[in-house]
């Protein structure tokens, strides 16, 4: 049972890699107008779980929402991030996001055709939250360049650590995802 299991596991990973692409860089007006819904929230519950025909793996996280910014995805909602371990197996993808229970963080959130969330970009899209250890403000961990990527006059400056004046860059970069690309 044990070298089937192994056998499935490498035919997974050729069958992974083999579709494998470049993973773009996403700005934040890339990543907002990308995804369905930009949220901050807290992560609550996790689980692991199999697909439906059992060749994938995927780590299924609860998040209450704190509060939306774009889009909206219920009260409570899931995210399936490929990777995990179950009877025996585990799966791991290069860059997919890992929750912590109690994490809270800025999420965005795309869904696919069969209604399941994932963060937008992999870790690309998910922007951590922690308390300032001086002032006890919540802050964000890490930054994105402001703008887009795929925009030659895109703006080059960071997004800011503070978590105000991050919330009003998302909804300014929400703003512009909602114009249409005429006016833009």
């Not at 779980?49 to 774009?70: A, C, D, G, M, Q």
């Not at 995805?73 to 791991?92: N, R, T």
Request: aromatic share 8%; hydrophobic share 45%; proline share 5%.
């Amino acid at each position: 049972m044990k070298k089937i299991a192994t056998l499935v596991l490498v035919l997974l990973i050729g069958r992974l890699s083999a579709g494998a692409t470049t993973l773009v860089r996403l700005d934040l007006d890339d990543l907002t107008g990308e995804s369905s819904a930009v949220v901050y929230g807290k992560v609550v519950a996790s689980r692991v779980e199999w697909n439906h025909s059992r060749t994938l793996i995927y780590t299924v996280y609860t998040v209450l929402p704190v509060e939306y910014f774009k889009g909206r995805l219920g009260p409570v909602f899931e995210l399936y991030e490929p990777g995990g371990a179950l009877d025996g197996l585990q799966m791991s993808v290069a860059g997919v996001p890992a929750f912590e229970m109690g994490q809270e963080a800025v999420l965005f959130v795309w869904t696919d055709p069969q209604g399941q969330h994932q963060v937008t970009g992999f870790e690309q899209g998910v922007f951590p939250l922690r308390a300032d250890p001086q002032t006890g403000l919540k802050m964000v961990e890490r930054v994105a360049r402001l703008g887009s990527a795929r925009v030659a006059s895109a703006v080059a400056s960071p997004t800011s650590r503070l978590l105000p004046q991050f919330f009003d860059q998302i909804r300014s970069s929400a703003a512009k995802a909602r114009r249409p690309e005429a006016t833009q």
